[in-house]
Each structure stands twice: as C-alpha cells, then as structure tokens.
C-alpha cells in the first residue's frame, strides 16, 4: 500500500528509508556513495541543432565535468560484484552554468513513482525475527507493481563491466526538447562507449579492491581520453514520458547528439566529487517531461547532499 506524502516530506521518508535498510556512511552520498570525477569535453556532432536549442548539443564544443558511481551506500564495497554503476555528466555551458545528464547502466528503473519506490525499499527492509529479508514480501510488490519486474531483474543479473569505460549508461527518463521554431520532441539518451561493451566472465574480479574500476580507468585514461557517444532516441506520438520503468521500441528513430571525451581525473576531488549531479538541472531547450521520479530526484538528492554536507 503507497500513502500520499507531500513532496518534500516524501524525499526525506525515502532518504531516511534508504539509510535504514543500507547504513549511513557519514560524508558520502546517500545513494552512489563511492565515485571519482574526471574532465571531459562534449563536442556536438550537429545532429541536434534543429530539434533542441541547448548550447550545448548545437554549438561549439562544451567542457564537462563527469562522475562515475557505484550504487550502493556503502562506499567500501568491492568492485566485482552485481551493482549499477553510474554516469553523471555536468556540461559547462558557454554562457555560464551547467547542465547534467545522469546515467546508469542499465535501461529501466524499478519504480514509475517515488511511492512505490518508498514501498519497495519497505518490502525489501529484514523481517525482525529473523534479520533476513523477507522474499515473500519484495515478491508481493512486484505483484503488485508488476512494471517494477524487469528493471529489478535486470539489476539483479547485471554482469561487472571490466572498465567504466566499457558500459553503455542510459539517462532513462524521457525528456522533450524545444526547438527554434517552438516544435516539441520527446527524447531519451543512452551514452555508448567507445570501447564496446566488455564485462567480466563469471566468477572472475574475486580479487578486486573497492578502487579496482578507478585504477583501471587511470590506467586507459594514460593510453588517451576515454570517449562515449551520445545517442538520443527520439519519441513518437503515444510513446510513455512518465514511467522510467517502459522503454520504448528499439526501432525509434535514433541520432548521435555528440561525443565525450574524457581525459583525466579532476585536480580538485573533493570539490567535484561533492557536487551534486541532478537530472532536473536543464537548459533552455531542454524540458522536463510528466514523469515523477524525474521530479522527485531533485528533492531527493538535496536531502541527501545536506545530510553528507553536514555528516550525519
Ligand atoms: C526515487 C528514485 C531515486 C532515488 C530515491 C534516488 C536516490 C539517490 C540519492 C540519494 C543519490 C545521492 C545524491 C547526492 O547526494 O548527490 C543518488 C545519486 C545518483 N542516482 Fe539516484 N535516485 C533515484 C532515481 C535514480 C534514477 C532513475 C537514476 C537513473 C539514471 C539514478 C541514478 C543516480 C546516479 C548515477 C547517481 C550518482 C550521481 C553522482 O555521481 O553524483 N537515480 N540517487
């Protein structure tokens, strides 16, 4: 059963609700605790120009700041392992401010609103009497929730890729684009490596430390920029933009918005890392669309940012 909470009082239950099931690290991110942040450049292929005004995506090449990110709260987990990863980029925009895309690797999230999300990180707390979590009851929310299904059952497979560099990370969540002539498209980005997609076999990475995936970066970053595409589906009349977990067919038309290149990590670590990376945090030509976790995030991840900011 969801309850109707306001906004602001919803994003503090889902952070409290967080840190009881998982722990609180103080000084870290609620969620993708552990991370490194790295300098980027954005170079626009052109593509976008008629259907988005963003700087950006038609203009001359950006600087971007870009954060990758293992899921769990605990910031001291091994890298070999099930976990999605992130992709937070922040794009230095040309007239000042930026913009962010926020990525992970995967295609689907596992809730469609913030109350079934705070629903299921309840059914998914440990049964008192035995301190184990109790399958029957992440089981029952499905059921009842069934589009939760796949996005968890994806995560729950998902293979350790070898590199950060060698994952695709999708932005999820639709967002419409405004072009010069005032016209609307509903969007949805993916960033694919350059490298290809290469994971570990199973049962390998046993021996991976908690900095494994950061050193092996340093190590390619030293052989030249680790680059990614931007690829930007695009809607067609019908296609859902308010529920993260749907895609929409893989036959949508697609373009390539740009390149990333990533060079090297930041000088400053400790204030990139402590930034916050929001996908609420748009451009003109550039819009929100109807989904509700998009909308809830913001909020979420200001909880978050002043609790680490104050450790607690
Ligand atoms: C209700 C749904 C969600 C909740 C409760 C949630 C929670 C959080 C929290 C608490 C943080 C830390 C924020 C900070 O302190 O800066 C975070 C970061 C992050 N989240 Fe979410 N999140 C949600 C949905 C999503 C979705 C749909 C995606 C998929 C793109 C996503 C990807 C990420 C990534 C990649 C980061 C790390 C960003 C960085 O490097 O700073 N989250 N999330």
Same mark, same amino acid.
């Given at each position: 059963?969801?309850? @109707?909470?306001?906004?602001? &009082? ?22 993708? %605790?552990? +991370? ?41 987990? %091994? ?16 007239? +000042? ?12 999230? $596992?809730?469609?609103?913030? #109350? ?22 992440? &089981?029952?929310?499905?059921? !009842? ?5 796949? *996005? ?26 405004? !072009? ?13 490596? #350059?490298? *290809? ?5 199973? +049962? ?33 009349? +019908? ?14 038309? @697609? $373009?390539?918005?740009?390149?990333? !290149? $990533?060079?090297? #990590?930041?000088?400053? &670590?400790?204030?990139?890392?402590? &930034? ?7 451009? @003109?030509?550039? @819009?929100?669309?109807?989904?509700? $976790? ?19």
């Amino acid at each position: 059963m969801t309850t @109707e909470l306001p906004a602001s &009082q919803l994003s503090v239950s889902i952070v409290d609700e967080i840190e009881q099931l998982k722990g609180t690290y103080p000084g870290y991110r609620r969620a993708h %605790a552990r +991370g490194v942040c790295y300098d980027a450049t954005f170079v626009p292929s052109g593509a976008a120009a008629d259907l988005t005004t963003a700087a950006h995506l038609s203009g001359e090449p950006v600087r971007a700041t870009v954060r990758f990110s293992h899921t769990d709260t605990n910031p001291h987990l %091994a890298d070999a392992g099930t976990a999605v990863r992130g992709l937070a980029v922040k794009f230095h925009l040309p007239g +000042g401010g930026n913009t962010d895309v926020v990525g992970v690797n995967i295609d689907r999230f $596992i809730a469609a609103t913030p #109350e079934d999300f705070l629903a299921l990180l309840k059914a998914a707390e440990p049964d008192p009497a035995t301190g184990a979590p109790d399958l029957g009851k992440v &089981q029952a929310h499905v059921g !009842a929730h069934p589009s939760a299904g796949p *996005g968890l059952f994806t995560a729950s497979q998902l293979p350790t890729p070898i590199s950060y560099g060698t994952t695709t990370y999708w932005a999820i969540h639709a967002f419409f684009w405004r !072009a010069a002539d005032g016209s609307r498209r509903a969007v949805r980005y993916r960033w694919v490596p #350059e490298a *290809g997609d290469h994971v570990l076999a199973t +049962g390998e990475g046993g021996d991976w430390s908690a900095e494994h995936l950061t050193g092996e970066l340093g190590e390619r970053l030293a052989r030249g920029p680790v680059e990614f595409t931007l690829k930007v589906q695009l809607g067609e009349p +019908g296609d859902p933009t308010n529920d993260a977990t749907l895609v929409w067919p893989e036959e949508r038309t @697609e $373009i390539t918005a740009g390149r990333l !290149a $990533i060079t090297a #990590e930041v000088t400053d &670590q400790k204030h990139w890392n402590a &930034q916050v990376f929001d996908p609420t945090l748009l451009t @003109e030509g550039i @819009e929100l669309s109807d989904d509700p $976790i998009l909308a809830a995030r913001s909020a979420i991840y200001a909880v978050s940012y002043d609790r680490r900011s104050h450790d607690r």
